[in-house]
């Protein structure tokens, strides 16, 4: 569980693998992607939204890198 303006840092992750973001309240989340410096890291940003079309809560992340955003 993560406060607002909290970060966290996911390592050494095996692929596939899926997270799943969710708020406690259950409202609506927009998961923004973010450029990162760092070979190899995948940097996003979580932030509430009140757009129905706009709401994301599941990254995928393949074996290949790819990266899939629900």
Known sequence: MLAGKAEIVLQN????????????????????????????????????TSNFGGNQGVLRIQPNGQVFLN
């Open 13 to 48: 992750l095996p692929t596939p693998v899926t997270v799943k973001m969710v708020r406690v309240d259950g409202g609506l989340l927009k998961v923004i992607p973010m450029s990162s410096s760092e070979k190899g890291m995948l940097a996003v940003s979580i932030d509430e």
